[in-house]
């Protein structure tokens, strides 16, 4: 009796054994989910939009245009995957209802596109843009800006639209003495643009972003 449980409690652990030693061979062959980048990955992009338009306490600033340059790469993960960076980022032609707007970005890190979500075969990205920081000065006033704005991307048109919800937002976090009236810490304000990118700088090529699950 005791010869026969213990040859069934050793046939029970070599068992045992085989499963966990085939349980990674069983998956190792399922690749993970990644957000895929074309035509080329890593490739350098640029991108430029008119019109933007940062809005502060009811003052629209606006801005006549506005590049970026930056590089895209396919990248594993599912959401919250850095799948670009942007570095530098500039603006022109800035007025407001108090006159000139003089707008300075710091892309040092460089700001990042992250990738969320994407509905299979929409080719449309939905995302942020973290890492924003800017500097801001309209009269005598200079007013400092960090945070993430919302991003989405659609690859048909090359078009890669920037907003504000929230949880992607702009907040001030500093102000010098002649800010009163225009802006405190803590404000949000909201930032929209439209920007069409091109693959490698200066291209005529539109980047794709394929989210393959």
């Known amino acids: 009796m005791r010869n026969s449980l213990r040859k069934l409690a050793v046939a029970a652990g070599a068992a045992t054994a085989a499963v966990a030693l085939a349980a990674p061979a069983a998956t190792a062959g399922v690749a993970a989910p990644q957000w895929v980048v074309g035509p080329n990955s890593p490739e350098t992009f640029s991108a430029s939009a ?104 659609t690859n048909s048109t090359g078009k890669l639209a920037v907003s504000n919800n929230a949880t992607y937002k702009l907040t001030v976090v500093s102000v010098s003495p002649g800010c009163a009236g225009i802006a405190a810490i803590g404000n949000n304000p909201t930032f929209t643009a439209s920007y069409g990118a091109v693959t490698p700088i200066g291209g005529t090529v539109k980047p794709t972003i394929t989210y393959v699950p």
């Not at 022109?92 to 979500?117: E, M």
Request: aromatic share 4%; with cysteine; hydrophobic share 40%.
């Open 50 to 153: 008119t019109g933007v338009v940062l809005n502060l306490n009811g003052i629209p600033m606006t801005c006549s245009s506005s590049a970026a340059q930056g590089s895209l790469a396919s990248a594993a993960g599912s959401t919250n995957v850095t799948v670009g960076t942007i570095a530098p980022l500039t603006f022109s032609g800035c007025t407001s209802p108090f006159g000139a707007v003089s707008p300075v970005t710091d892309t040092t890190p460089a700001w990042q596109l992250k990738a969320n979500t994407q509905v299979a075969g929409s080719g449309v990205t939905n995302g942020a843009i973290t890492g924003v920081d800017a500097t801001l000065t309209v009269l005598t006033c200079t007013f400092r800006v960090t945070g993430s704005v919302v991003a989405t991307y």
